[in-house]
């Protein structure tokens, strides 16, 4: 047997394969945008093993923090193309169906007890785990389920196996958890919990309920993140009419499924189309004919061209900065919190959607990041010196890849230093200060209220 090494890492953070294996991996990255291949990255099938980059540091740094901040796991469409049949796929867990894990069947038997849980307002209404036999609409499939009990089986190996970061008789007060108000984040909140934990205790699990999906908790109130937010949506509008492609799939599609173009459109097939794709189920026919994989190409094209257009013009930076202030600004405050030597919510979890951390990852400047796939994760390292104690260090990593050097405050960093993190002041200075440069203000408040120039 040949063992080939493999390269480290790939800057996007695509599966890693592990160090070595037998076959070479014939598949690599096409060099210009292939839709098919994108939409595979975003479904985020589990199949081979994650090899990632958390958790790496010099020997003398010590991990004293980290926060997690995810994308809920592979969901049922949350729109419906009218007039044709529902995707077919099963929300009950079943242990022996594919994809599965080995702990799946001890996660539904544990979820089964959650009784003791502390759950925030409704989110105590809400079901542990997926249980119907037809998905309903958003409904967290046993694909997302496994998604994030992989991912906690990885953090768990990472932050507690090798860093020791909570002890076996951890208690509630070293959590800080949190999730918006649908059953599907609550739902990927806890697979990964379940496979992360030293031990899952229900008496322990405090569940906080975020009801803004920007988890903007008290500090909401921004009249000019709205107006940027309706800028980006002028811009989105425009971009879809000028593709003459894209509508005259619309008026294909609309013919076959017998609806207006109009009602077509406004029925987003995209989503619908790509739990399809992700399920492997043949897209939808009718008398009049089949939807097919060249329409999904054509729409999945332009979303991937609206995403690159997004990231080059201003407007969706200037709604991210505002929309994700009062997130960054409690994570900053908490970081620095540990860094004093507090040892409260040393470990954190926000379950959110993709325009949770999309926004996220255009605020920090990183923007070769892809759109967040199911079960992406952002995650915030916190670490210290042990040869200078005083001194803190943050690493940034998005699906297990670094990105900390590729964010705007840190840009510049790695090339005056030898050690592979930012400075947590960096960080500190961007949240308390930086962020509101561009806007001419000196605070939050002065950003959200000062009229555009």
Known sequence: VHLIPVNPVREDGLNPKSRK????????????????????????????????????APHYFKLVSVQVLIRHGDRYPLYAIPKTKRPDIDCML???????????????????KGSAAQMDGSLSSLPHFPSHSL??????????????????????????????????????????????GKSRTLQSALALLYTFLPDFDWKKINMRHQWSTIFCSGSCDCPMRNHYLEEEQRRQYSLRVKNNDLEKIYVDMARIVGIPTRQLRASNPIDSLLCYFCHNVSFPCTKAGCISMEHFKVIKRHQLKDERERQEKKLYFLYALLATHPLLNQTVNRLQRIAEGKKEEVFVLYSAHDVTLSPVLSALGITEARFPRFAARLVFELWQDGKRPKEHFIRILYNGADVTFQTSFCKDHYKRSSKPMCPLEKFVNFVKRDMFLIFNSTSYYDACHRRAL
């Open 21 to 56: 294996r037998i076959m070479p991996d014939l598949l690599t990255e096409p060099p210009a945008i292939d839709p098919v291949y994108e939409a595979h990255v975003y479904c985020n099938i589990p199949t081979i093993a994650e090899r990632s980059m958390e958790g790496h």
């Open 135 to 180: 998905c309903e609409m958003g409904e967290l499939t046993q694909t997302g389920v496994v998604q994030h009990l992989r991912n906690g089986q990885l953090l768990r190996e990472i932050y507690i196996n090798k860093h020791k970061l909570l002890p076996g008789d951890w208690t509630a007060k070293q959590l800080y958890l949190e999730t918006t």
């Open 94 to 112: 079943v242990p022996s169906r594919k994809p599965s894990h080995p702990q799946l069947e001890a996660f539904i038997k544990h979820m089964s």
